[in-house]
């Protein structure tokens, strides 16, 4: 593996439980160095672009979808396969005419731009048949770092479960990130599209910014490296995995994602990686222990499954003690990641009641929500908080704003799944 990217794991947690203590929480911070050496050859790579191209689409929105896929196409690296998907009611390749993936040349990317700039808008929306289509395309690349970029400003047309049998089918198989365009999207089922093929989903609030969004997903995708590693975790016989959770840069839940590679040992799957840093918590449940008794709650390893190289390694201890003071000292990170997640489901729950009719519940939900924000340091979240909800700074008392512009509320929503970092003054607490 000597011309395979550089990575460390390491943990924060605090490992003293007091008498009779089962949970025990920690973080792992994954880093890598990214790239092979220069004179490598680049890692194999395959890309998938669809444009959503149904009628909602007309007008600007379809000429800033032609460029946006026209500056994709640019990004490419030379020798990565590629193809253009057009999504309206059904999924069409646009580029390459023979329906399979092509490697970008300056010669094929001129074609695939001269095709983009054909597209029209007309038809109904059916992400799950475009992501199919992508699917299909990817899977003759299996060796590939597979990735698909997904642009829409409709909701989905298709029946819940036919959507939902489509990404369970691909889940694991290509990551996916997406763009939701307008004020007319639901953010709820790029969710799904992220939590199952995870990819990021994030709200172009400005359409003439749609290229640069292209841009910087695309050049994001070309940085990867090494494809499909994951998180083996063991657990101690009688212990129970609670979760495994990535909290930064995004927040997604992994623990249903599991692949059981023995009864104590599971994997989950992260994706794709480059030269980046990502966070993940988890939490393990163990059997009570004697005072003073160490034991090792879980055994984590970043692994390729296919090849079952190890890529990093390391503990999550476990001693128990009468000292208070010990076991009430809570983790910086732990504690961090903890309220960010929380975050992220008080915006969720309180948009949720708001839209229900529950103001009650959606005003204390949000106003909790912003709370946690103005603490944790996200200025961004409470600048967004703050157009749904208001909080009188005397005496603390909280409403609801009565008009809420709906690409105010669409950026709170998508934009609850971004995690701040700990600040380096808290990092010892």
């Known amino acids: 593996m000597g011309d395979q990217p550089t990575f460390t794991l390491q943990i924060d947690q605090n490992k003293y439980l007091p008498t009779g203590g089962r949970e025990v929480h920690a973080v792992l911070t994954v880093s890598s160095t990214g790239g092979a050496p220069a004179a490598s050859v680049p890692a194999e790579a395959a890309e998938v672009i669809i444009v959503d191209t149904s009628g909602s689409m007309s007008g600007s929105k379809i000429r800033d979808a032609r460029l946006a896929a026209a500056t994709a196409v640019d990004t490419l690296r030379d020798g990565v396969f590629f193809a253009v998907i057009a999504g309206t009611s059904v999924a069409k390749v646009v580029y390459p005419r023979d329906g399979r993936l092509v490697r970008a040349t300056p010669a094929t990317r001129a074609e695939a731009q001269r095709a983009v700039a054909k597209l029209n808008a007309h038809g109904g929306t059916a992400m799950g048949e475009w992501l199919k289509l992508a699917g299909h395309l990817l899977s003759a690349h299996p060796e590939a770092i597979r990735h698909t970029l997904l642009m829409t400003d409709g909701q989905?047309?298709?029946?819940?479960?036919?959507?939902?049998?489509?990404?369970?089918?691909?889940?694991?198989?290509?990551?996916?990130?997406?763009?939701?365009?307008?004020?007319?999207?639901?953010?709820?089922?790029?969710?799904?599209?992220?939590?199952?093929?995870?990819?990021?989903?994030?709200?172009?609030?400005?359409?003439?910014?749609?290229?640069?969004?292209?841009?910087?997903?695309?050049?994001?995708?070309?940085?990867?490296?090494?494809?499909?590693?994951?998180?083996?975790?063991?657990?101690?016989?009688?212990?129970?995995?609670?979760?495994?959770?990535?909290?930064?840069?995004?927040?997604?839940?992994?623990?249903?994602?599991?692949?059981?590679?023995?009864?104590?040992?599971g994997d989950y799957p992260t994706g794709s990686w480059g030269a980046e840093e990502r966070e993940y918590q988890l939490c393990v449940e163990v059997p009570p222990g004697q005072l003073g008794q160490e034991i090792r709650a879980s055994w984590v390893k970043l692994v390729r499954p296919d090849t079952q190289d190890v890529y990093a390694s390391g503990n999550v201890l476990a001693q128990w003690t009468d000292d208070l003071a010990l076991s009430t000292q809570m983790n910086g990170?732990?504690?961090?990641?903890?309220?960010?997640?929380?975050?992220?489901?008080?915006?969720?729950?309180?948009?949720?009641?708001?839209?229900?009719?529950?103001?009650?519940?959606a005003t204390a939900r949000l106003a909790k929500a912003r709370q946690i924000a103005a603490d944790s340091g996200r200025e961004d979240t409470v600048r967004l908080l703050d157009k749904v909800v208001e909080v009188d700074p005397a005496s603390g008392?909280?409403?609801?704003?009565?008009?809420?512009?709906?690409?105010?509320?669409?950026?709170?929503?998508?934009?609850?799944?971004?995690?701040?970092?700990?600040?380096?003054?808290?990092?010892?607490s």
């Open 333 to 361: 990170k732990v504690i961090h990641f903890s309220g960010q997640a929380e975050l992220h489901e008080l915006i969720q729950e309180g948009l949720g009641a708001r839209t229900a009719g529950d103001e009650r519940t």
């Open 156 to 265: 989905n047309n298709e029946r819940e479960e036919v959507f939902d049998a489509v990404l369970a089918a691909w889940s694991g198989k290509f990551v996916c990130d997406s763009l939701g365009v307008g004020a007319d999207w639901a953010p709820a089922q790029l969710r799904k599209v992220s939590d199952a093929l995870l990819g990021t989903f994030e709200y172009v609030r400005n359409q003439n910014e749609l290229a640069e969004f292209f841009r910087r997903i695309t050049q994001n995708s070309m940085s990867k490296t090494v494809a499909e590693l994951s998180l083996r975790v063991w657990v101690p016989q009688a212990a129970t995995l609670k979760f495994v959770k990535q909290v930064s840069p995004t927040l997604l839940d992994l623990t249903g994602k599991r692949t059981d590679v023995n009864p104590l040992t």
């Open 397 to 428: 008392t909280a409403r609801l704003r009565g008009q809420v512009d709906k690409a105010d509320e669409i950026e709170l929503d998508t934009g609850s799944v971004r995690t701040s970092r700990l600040r380096k003054s808290e990092e010892g």
